[in-house]
């Protein structure tokens, strides 16, 4: 099974802060990496498909980039939507989720 | 636009078997080269896979709850369930239903809103 692991597991930050969260996969998985935005109470948004390619209607805040075991999503300047928890989630073989990532508001 | 929407039994009791039904509108769920999930949360945990359905019938489980889980279509009600056998206290969480997109990255892009299972007697 490939492990999926992301940090940190929470994070503070403010309004219009740059914030990167890391997803490192147990072995290589290519691209093979999404992630999601899960606001409180809410079903999980797809942000990023294939490491780095931006959803259609997902604001150009996110980016995404890596390949092989590291991967980063960045969020240029966080909005208060994006208070939030993120999700990885690899595709390399079978399909697993990382633990997830909160972020909280400072 | 594409919808999903869970339904089912909301309790459970321990040792019986879980079902499920994610209702597609919006589109057929016999188009394009889709697959058809199920994902649960757990409360206050992260998100787990359970497995997926193609319209043709071909399934892929999750290992962990491969011997538990069988997951079907029904192609005239536009639909797919979920059956979970032998449940326990460790399977009450919210259950989704979504599509992956691409066959190719497994991109979950459509998801129900999610019903809650309790298990209990």
């Known amino acids: 099974d490939i492990q999926m692991t992301q940090s940190p597991s929470s994070l503070s930050a403010s309004v219009g802060d740059r914030v990167t969260i890391t997803c490192r996969a147990s072995?290589?998985?290519?691209?093979?990496l999404n992630w999601y935005r899960q606001k409180p109470g809410k079903a999980p948004n797809l942000l990023i498909y294939a490491a780095s390619s931006l959803q259609s209607g997902v604001p150009s805040r996110f980016s995404g980039t890596g390949s092989g075991t590291d991967f980063t999503l960045t969020i240029s300047s966080l909005q208060p939507e994006d208070f939030a928890t993120y999700y990885c989630?690899?595709?390399?073989?079978?399909?697993?989720f990382g633990q997830g990532t909160k972020v909280e508001i400072k | 636009q594409l919808q999903l929407q869970e339904s089912g039994s909301g309790l459970v009791k321990p040792s019986q078997t879980l079902s499920l039904t994610c209702a597609v509108s919006g589109g057929s769920i016999s188009s394009g080269n889709h697959s058809w999930n199920w994902i649960r949360q757990p409360p206050g945990k992260g998100l787990e896979w359970i497995g997926y359905i193609h319209h043709t019938g071909s399934t892929y489980y999750n290992p962990s709850l491969k011997s538990r889980v069988t997951i079907s279509v029904d192609t005239s009600k536009n639909q797919f369930s979920l059956k979970l056998s032998s449940v326990t206290a460790a399977d009450a969480a919210l259950y989704y239903c979504?599509?992956?997109?691409?066959?190719?990255?497994?991109?979950?892009?459509?998801w129900g809103q999610g019903t809650t299972v309790t298990v209990s007697s």
């Open positions: 979504a599509r992956i997109r691409s066959s190719r990255w497994g991109d979950l892009d459509v």
């Open positions: 989630q690899q595709t390399y073989s079978s399909l697993s």
């Open positions: 072995q290589s998985i290519s691209n093979y």
